[in-house]
């Protein structure tokens, strides 16, 4: 059972708690900061799904999202920001750094689909590796499994987590047509293991918990990157009652958009939890958070994009233009609370997040061809952007160097050739069928050209292909180059033609994994967790078989019930430090450790009477719920990886005989020890 969220029945008062929280946190930290002498920031990018322009509270206020409208105004803004009008090529784009035309994906990779991004990318993990981050993605992959080349956690992340397709049940993270089965995994290198035992659990916590373990373990040191692809908003709409109850019963008068809305609400309240979590692991201070969506709003699935035209499935810039911000404490001061007017599209992160890491870009493998560097744009305000082209889509024509259709945005002009798809402009709580299209067979027979620097609404009436003949030739001559360029010849997708079915790969593993070819059967589960673990800046008592621990009640970890605070009060902040535990107060007693303090057992933060404000001094413990600290007699050594949250006593000089406490080596993922 994973613990959810802070949640907001007192929706207004959080918000303002928040707010106020992070205007401290950031004012706090930036000095430190700037004496950082230019290293690496910490970078947390928070992929949104099917987020739509009008799905967010600074531009929508009957939508509930106080942590990122937070985020987005102390940070900067993106208002001109592109992304693919599907999910696939934007993730794509994200982490090759080349548009999707140049990334072989016009459409997004179905679960079953045998095709995945070029393995002879550098994708951007890998490259930020080369700088010492450690990696890990939580959440969506979807592009491409069919081999284990292609897996996420074989591409430069150390470890991921979640699902390698496009969109699962939010409960039983079960997917699929034909064969139907889980699409949750864990994979270290090429070791893939089923995650079933999170049935019942939404997945919004479920990603919240698991990205809080590798917070709070993470050595402060060692540069972080974490990829978070959030599963919400994509469909199916499924929230808790409890986020629901948030909007009013009759929410724009759609079923469907008051539980979208509560699904924003919820990754919100995520999306704060971790920036309170790096706060609390004294990583936020050097932090940038990068947040994108993948594409515009789904209109039939609660999303809405107004005052754009159309949504997701289409090229209009309602299913183009995306929400987009860069924020985070080492963000320069002058950068924070603008808005960018400068041209990005998505693949631009890549050759930023080099930027800002202090990688140059001529030192990794060269595949992130479409890549530009929008640092100094977004951090120093008025620096135009290095862009003024993006080519969303080109396809090939009968003649070379000619496109049959496509869109291209050239400084303010948008030009379409072929139906973009629906253009309509619902609103909030209406679909497709409620709103009609205006002109359904739009630029079908002529091309349409738009100015969006005077509107990005792109109403019929203003279409000017007409008035600028020059202007619509020299854009079609451009698609139409863009259609049959590839550079590198490294513009198509890696394809598997074998018998093989990702429906085998399911009874290989338990979840949807690689199929080609199928690797050896999933290890055997853990045995069940004996010792302690830290959960949350907290210890969490997961097993044990003593008749009496001085009281402590038993409890899974991440369970808001068995959460107990370190008390460390010479540095002013909760500790994270392996720990002794004995059930016999004289073990502790005895040896003159320091204490660690149980909320629930010991109100005053007391041990043995004694004030805990010496701490980490050496003091007598006699409590029976009393822990310890290492110190110079109980060493620590050679035990960065705390896992699963457990704590790891690699060696000892004490003389523990006697107690349930023994030292040993720290295992690769779990790292808990002791028996009782």
């Known amino acids: 059972h994973a613990s959810r969220p802070k949640m907001q029945q ?21 000095h430190a900061t700037e004496s950082a002498a230019g290293g690496a920031p910490h970078i947390i990018f928070v992929a949104a799904d099917d987020l739509g322009w009008n799905d967010v509270s600074w531009h929508n206020t009957d939508v509930l999202s106080p942590n990122l409208a937070t985020l987005a105004k102390q940070g900067v803004m993106l208002s001109d920001y592109h992304v693919f009008k599907v999910c696939s090529p934007t993730r794509a784009s994200f982490m090759t750094g080349r548009l999707p035309n140049r990334a072989g994906l016009h459409d997004f990779i179905s679960h079953d689909t045998p095709e995945a991004i070029s393995a002879k990318y550098f994708l951007l993990p890998q490259a930020l590796k080369t700088a010492g981050y450690a990696t890990h993605i939580v959440g969506k992959w979807h592009l491409g499994l069919w081999d284990w080349p292609y897996i996420p956690s074989n591409r430069g992340f150390d470890t991921s987590f979640g699902y390698m397709t496009g969109a699962e049940d939010y409960w039983t993270h079960k997917n699929g047509k034909g064969c139907t089965g889980l699409d949750l995994t864990y994979c270290v290198g090429s070791n893939l ?31 972080l990157f974490i990829y978070f692809a959030a599963q919400s908003v994509h469909e199916p709409l499924q929230a808790p009652q409890e986020y629901i109850d948030m909007y009013p019963s009759n929410y724009a008068g759609s079923v469907q958009r008051r539980t979208f809305a509560a699904m924003v609400t919820a990754v919100d309240d995520v999306v704060g939890n971790i920036t309170e979590s790096m706060n609390r692991a004294g990583l936020w201070a050097e932090t940038l958070l990068v947040f994108s969506t993948d594409n515009g709003g789904n209109l039939n699935s609660g999303g809405n994009n107004l005052p754009l035209r159309g949504g997701k499935f289409t090229f209009w810039e309602g299913g183009t233009r995306g929400v987009a911000f860069l924020s985070g404490p080492a963000l320069p001061t002058a950068a924070r609370g603008t808005t960018s007017p400068g041209l990005a599209h998505a693949a631009d992160w890549y050759a930023t997040l080099l930027d800002v890491a202090g990688i140059n870009p001529t030192s990794v493998p060269q595949t992130a061809i479409d890549s530009v560097s929008i640092k100094a744009m977004l951090f120093t305000p008025g620096t135009p952007s290095p862009r003024t ?19 291209i945005r050239w400084n303010e002009w948008n030009l379409y ?10 609103k909030p709580g209406q679909g497709e069928k409620q709103a009609k299209d205006p002109e359904p067979s739009a630029c079908t027979k002529t091309p349409c050209l738009f100015n969006v620097s005077a509107s990005t609404a792109e109403l019929p009436a203003a279409n000017v292909a007409a008035q600028y003949p020059t202007v619509v030739q020299a854009l079609l001559k451009m698609l139409g180059e863009a259609a049959w360029d590839c550079p590198d010849n490294l513009c198509t997708t890696d394809v598997y033609s074998g018998k093989a079915t990702a429906c085998d790969s399911l009874k290989a593993y338990g979840a949807f994994g690689p199929w080609a070819p199928l690797g050896p059967p999933p290890p055997p589960p853990p045995p069940p967790p004996s010792g302690v673990r830290f959960s949350q800046g907290g210890l969490c008592l997961v097993h044990t078989s003593a008749p009496n621990l001085g009281g402590l009640a038993l409890g899974s970890c991440d369970v808001d019930a068995a959460r107990w605070t370190l008390s460390v009060a010479s540095s002013g902040t909760e500790g994270r430090v392996p720990v002794v535990v004995s059930a016999d107060p004289a073990v502790l007693r005895h040896a003159k450790l320091p204490c660690i303090h149980v909320d629930h ?23 029976g719920n009393a822990f ?36 040993g080596p720290c295992a690769a993922n779990g790292a808990i020890w002791g028996t009782f």
């Open 417 to 426: 050739l072929g139906n973009p798809g629906y253009g309509g402009y619902p």
């Open 10 to 30: 007192r929706q207004h008062a959080r918000a303002a708690a928040w707010v106020t929280h992070l205007s401290i946190a950031t004012c706090l930290v930036f």
């Open 628 to 663: 310890a600290f290492a110190n110079s007699t109980i060493q620590n050594q050679n035990c960065p990886n705390w896992g699963e949250g457990g704590a790891c006593l690699a060696s000892t000089t004490q003389n523990l005989s006697g107690s349930p406490v023994v030292a």
């Open 389 to 407: 082209m993006i080519v969303h889509t080109s396809v090939q024509g009968t003649e070379n160097g000619t496109a049959a259709s496509g869109k």
């Open 193 to 223: 293991t089923a995650q079933p035992q999170y049935a019942g659990t939404y997945s919004t916590f479920m990603y919240q918990n698991h990205l809080e373990r590798i917070i709070s373990t993470h050595v402060a040191s060692t540069p």
């Open 601 to 623: 057992h010991d109100k005053n933060n007391t041990c043995d009477g004694a004030p805990s404000t010496n701490l980490p001094s050496v003091q007598e413990c006699g409590h």
